[in-house]
């Protein structure tokens, strides 16, 4: 059984305690893992404040922390395969996925290896003769970056990236459940030459781990991605340290094609919206709003598609649905489907357990047209699509936006016109027009309402990992006038 260490402080560790991670194909035991509690956490955090405050890292320039993070860039690149492997073994993300994306992580760790020196302050035209006054920006100190399990490289790099080109240090969390390529990123950082301290990679559960960090008196500030119910306990926990958080949160992303749409790309970019990592993506397009005058047309490409889709063992790279991650996950979606079914939605594929071993669950359309079915609310976090239809635009706006979410939203339509009305109505953080689940370094991702706060990528994040401090210059000789009148 293969085994994986916490890198805390520049060295490897194995934790205060171990458990086991189970292969989602086979549902058996195939690693142990390091598992952090209060005191690892602390030592983490005491290592990432002592780097950010002495030694080399403290002392660097921002072009010398460039160059690390290029450095570190290449060798995700170089190690990309192995990554992938590990990342699917542990969490079941098909390879064909995995391999692609965690090669693309690399770019991230570019852009922002780029962008170190490129933050700047400013000079301000103050009000007052004898002064100067200027702005620096300064990095806010140390970071607990917590990350879950799916896509965790690349969610990992809209964290790590901006943070080490604003000159901050990090814990990292890794989740419990299929820790493995985070672990093994580490022994990236540490040959990239980074200082010790300035990353450290650790996993563990919610209440010994997750909190002991979110609460820590030296975390200033709190990167988060998951769901609600874990965001409020992060909330809960960083006002023992106010410390600033940003949260990457969950979505309910309408997907709304209109008649004039061109179905078949439509379809395509459907299957990939919510079939695609096995519908196990924040920014799954899970509601499917069609326009009732093609809203058959569309379900039976839909359920051909679907029923084509080759299910199998994620390494095998001819796989396209492999299977969920964990099998409280399949318990939960198989549960969130009989309710809805229950409550009168119809089911046009998929909706069947499959025997044998691993958490597989098939590719599941759900008609939900005239119901109050839960799916149309609740996050399925699996690949089930709900499905409602439309007449008019403002019907469409008002369906896509009755969501407690805000983070994605997709919109099919040749007409421009009504492309930018749509553009401008939806409330989300992010709107593909014509394409879905493009992502870039260069651009930002987040939401609004119950999908979260703040923006990861783009220059914005970099800044997000800031405080500004105010600098005062008196450049008059003459002696400081009357001492108690404000200047």
Request: charged share 20%.
């Amino acid at each position: 059984m293969q085994a994986f260490d916490a890198y805390l402080d520049g060295r490897f560790e194995p934790g205060e305690a171990r458990f086991e991670s189970l292969d989602p194909a086979t549902g058996l035991a195939w690693a142990t893992m390091p598992e952090a509690r209060a005191g690892d956490v602390d030592r983490a955090v005491v290592a990432a404040e002592r780097a950010l405050l002495e030694g080399p890292w403290a002392t660097m320039t921002a072009s010398q922390r460039g160059r690390l993070l290029y450095r570190l860039a290449d060798l995700v690149a170089a190690h990309a395969g192995e990554l992938a492997e590990l990342e699917t073994r542990d969490t079941g993300k098909i390879i064909r996925e995995t391999s692609a994306q965690i090669a693309y992580v690399a770019e991230y760790y570019r852009y922002y290896a780029g962008l170190a020196d490129k933050i700047e302050g400013s000079v301000l035209p103050i009000d007052k003769p004898d002064m100067e006054v200027w702005l620096r920006r300064e990095p806010i100190g140390v970071v607990g970056a917590i990350v879950p399990w799916n896509s965790q490289l690349f969610l990992a790099a809209v964290k790590i990236g901006p943070a080490l080109a604003a000159g901050c240090t990090l814990v990292v969390k890794a989740s419990e459940d299929g820790p493995a390529p985070l672990l093994a990123f580490a022994r990236l950082v540490h040959e990239a030459g980074f200082p010790a301290g300035v990353v450290n990679v650790i996993t563990g559960f919610g209440h010994t781990c997750g909190a002991a960090l979110a609460s820590h008196p030296k975390v200033a500030h709190v990167a988060f991605t998951g769901g609600p119910a874990t965001a409020r306990h992060i909330v809960r926990h960083s006002a023992e340290n106010l410390a600033s958080t940003s949260l990457e949160l969950g979505g309910k992303s309408p997907f709304i094609v209109f008649a004039d749409a061109d179905l078949e790309s439509a379809a395509n970019a459907q299957v990939a919206g919510i079939f695609a990592a096995t519908g196990q993506s924040c920014v799954a397009g899970s509601r499917l709003v069609v326009e009732r005058s093609v809203k058959d047309r569309f379900l039976a490409l839909l359920k051909e598609r679907a029923e084509a889709v080759r299910i199998g063992g994620p390494l095998d790279m001819a796989t396209e649905v492999g299977p969920l991650c964990t099998a409280r996950q399949r318990q939960h979606i198989e549960t969130l489907v009989a309710r809805s079914v229950a409550a009168g939605a119809r089911l046009v594929a998929g909706g069947t357990t499959p025997d044998g071993a691993g958490y597989f669950y098939p590719p599941t359309i759900l008609d939900c047209d005239g119901t109050d079915a839960p799916a149309l609310a609740e996050e399925f976090f699996g690949p089930v699509l709900s499905v409602v239809s439309f007449e008019t635009e403002a019907e469409a706006l008002r369906i896509a936006n009755d969501t407690l979410y805000g983070l994605a939203a997709g919109l099919f339509t040749q007409n421009l016109t009504r492309a930018h009305r749509m553009m401008r109505g939806l409330r989300t953080g992010i709107v593909w027009v014509n394409t879905y689940r493009a992502v870039s370094p260069i651009a930002p991702f987040g939401g609004t309402k119950l999908s979260g706060h703040g923006r990861e990528g783009g220059l914005a994040a970099a800044l997000d990992y800031t405080r500004t401090k105010s600098i005062w210059l008196r450049t008059s000789d003459a002696p400081i006038p009357d001492p108690f009148v404000m200047r």
